[in-house]
Each structure stands twice: as C-alpha cells, then as structure tokens.
C-alpha cells in the first residue's frame, strides 16, 4: 500500500469576504502565485460571504472587520454555526482589543493587520494547519496582557468551562432541557449534522461520554443561570 508523502501540501480552498475589490484582486493574485493556497470565491457583504461559505465549503476565510451590511463578527457566527470546520482569520485595519477579543470568542483563528506583508501572511496561514494561530506579534501581546488580567478559574469545572464556545454552551443548555439533536437543531437554526459535531466537541472538552453526563455537569455547574444564551438577554 502506498503512502502519502507527509511533506506535501494539500491545496486549502480560501475564501475573501472584504468590500474593497482592489484588496480582494490582490490577495487573488498574492495566492494564485502559490501551489498550497486556492481562492475559491470572494464576496463584499456579509450575506454573500454567508452564501459562499456554504457553497464552496472553504478551508480558511479572510474577513474584513467593517462590511456594508453588518461586521465580520455577524458573517463569523452565521458561517462557523453552518461550517464548524473552517478557519476563520480577520484581516483588517481595525486595532482595537474590543474587536480582537470579540473575534477569537466566536471561534476565529486568527486576527491580523492589512499592513501585514505577503510573506507573513502567507506563513501565517500555512501554519494554521500545525494547530497554530493567525495572530500578529502585536496582537498576541495584547491577548497575553488579557489573559493575565483574567482571574484564575476556582475550580477544575471552571476551567473546563472556559474553553467552551458561546454556540457549544447553547447547545449544553438544550442538552440540559433533555432536547433531541432534532430539537436542538430548530432551536438554534443549525443543521443536525452541525448539532452532533458541537456535541462530540462539548463531551471531548469536558471529558464526557454521553448526553446525560453533559446534563448532569450543566445541572451541577448551574450552566443556565451562570451563561444565559443571548435571546435571553
């Protein structure tokens, strides 16, 4: 039986949600230089980058902060409910730590600086593929400043909590009613398929082997009261 040679690349398909068709045209020509990285669309609003995403199921998104039509934070979560799987890395001139947090809490990948250099970006996104983060230098020591502001988690179940994403602690939430993946599905308009993935990964976070340990741990942690979902608030 053959093997697959370990140091080739596969081709990531990329997809370019950003308004201004100048960028876009040059990061389609940045990327068509390369044998690993593939543009399969480009989109200048949010509604079409979410209607590309499901058509052409990409590997990696590069996101504009500021879109006609809302933020990249809104394109963000519409597309990683659908598509769990792709990397989601903003590239804009906005700085600010707001925006920064914002986007790695919704589950990016990444967040850097237009004024980032070819060769940088590039390596920056081959190295997603190692576990790595798309995160400029300037960024990361922001996040560290962060995080060591943050109190240290007081228990072994609040430090399992904070690596739960606000989509997995809605889907823990229905969990806890007893909600089916059907149920669950209508509830948080995602697909079923969607709805299974967000469960492996909440009982894989929290060392769990089956629906009704996950209830018992939302129960225990009162899970409802401590992270109430957004049409709550």
Partial sequence: MSQQNPSVRTTKKILVIDDQI??????ESLLSSTSDFEMVGCAGTVHEGCEQALLFKPDIILMDFSLPDGTGLDATRAILAHVPD????????????E??????????????LK????????????????????????MVSRI????ARSPEPKSEDDRLLVNLSPRELDVIREMESGAT????????FLSVNTV???IRNVMGKLGLKNRRQVATFARKNGLVARFPSAKEN
């Fill in 22 to 27: 100048l960028f876009r045209e040059g990061l």
């Fill in 86 to 97: 792709c990397k989601i890395v903003f590239l804009t001139v906005h700085e600010s730590d």
């Fill in 99 to 112: 925006n920064l947090f914002a986007a790695i809490r919704l589950g990016a990948k990444g967040y850097m």
């Fill in 115 to 138: 004024n980032i250099g070819s060769n940088d970006l590039l390596s920056s996104l081959r190295a997603l593929d190692r576990g790595e983060e798309a995160v400029s230098r300037k």
């Fill in 144 to 147: 560290v400043e962060e995080f």
């Fill in 181 to 188: 993946n059907l149920e669950i599905a209508g509830h948080l």
């Fill in 196 to 198: 299974k993935h967000h």
